[in-house]
């Protein structure tokens, strides 16, 4: 079974960086397109970061996404921490058609 | 701006069959999309339980698959899913989505619909 691992929680401080990290058990998080989406207290999840890298179109620049194959690990990095980052955030990736979801990681900004 | 929007019972009784519908306004259904469901529960996180193509095509998360049907109504601009056999472990908030056939990405989500299993 394909697992997507990612940290329980994290906090840091308005203003400061945050990485989230998203490791995958097997196979290759390289080759697969990797996801991330926000989801706020109440809300359904939208995308900040799709095919690892990219980010839709009125997602702020503060937030950034990298692959790093020798980890077979995604990271999801938000600089520049507002209140409104305060959030749960989802990786995605695949294993073969079968789409599959990191545990997700909880922001709190403090 | 394309919208959706779940709907179905929000209590189902052990055994029975559950049936959602996803309205999808603002866009057309026929469209190069795979139209999801995906489901989000506290201790299991979210889901992906499978998608219909607007052809009828649909691909099952295997650990679901023999309990899942999914279909597409065209004329109606709506797609569904029946999840039969259910127990207290398929309580969750469910979502209909739209996954990007190039992109790979889920956007957007209805706001989701709460189903509860209890006799």
């Known amino acids: 079974n394909f697992v997507l691992t990612q940290p329980h929680s994290v906090s840091e401080s308005p203003g400061k960086t945050v990485t989230i990290s998203c490791t995958g058990n097997s196979g290759s998080i390289v080759s697969n397109f990797v996801q991330w989406y926000q989801q706020r207290p109440g809300s359904a999840p939208t995308t900040v970061i799709y095919?690892?890298?990219?980010?839709p179109s009125g997602v702020p620049d503060r937030f950034s996404g990298s692959i790093d194959s020798s980890s077979n690990s995604a990271s999801l990095t938000i600089s520049g921490l507002q209140a409104e980052d305060e959030a749960d955030y989802f990786c995605?990736?695949?294993?073969?058609?079968?789409?599959?979801f990191g545990g997700g990681t909880k922001l709190t900004v403090l | 701006q394309v919208q959706l929007q779940e709907s179905g019972p929000g209590l189902v009784r052990p055994s029975q069959t559950l049936s959602l519908t996803c309205n999808v306004s603002?866009?057309?259904?026929?469209?190069?999309?795979?139209w999801s469901w995906i489901r989000q529960t506290p201790g299991k996180g979210l889901e992906w339980i499978g998608y219909v193509y607007y052809n009828g095509n649909t691909y099952y998360n295997p650990s679901l698959k023999s309990r899942i049907h999914m279909s597409v109504d065209t004329a109606k601009n709506q797609f569904s899913l029946k999840l039969t056999s259910m127990t207290a472990a398929d309580s969750a908030l469910y979502y209909c989505a739209r996954e990007s056939v190039t992109n790979n990405w889920f956007d957007p989500w209805g706001q989701g619909t709460l189903v509860t299993v209890s006799s």
């Open positions: 095919e690892g890298i990219q980010r």
């Open positions: 603002g866009g057309s259904i026929n469209s190069d999309y795979y």
């Open positions: 995605q990736s695949y294993d073969d058609r079968n789409r599959v």
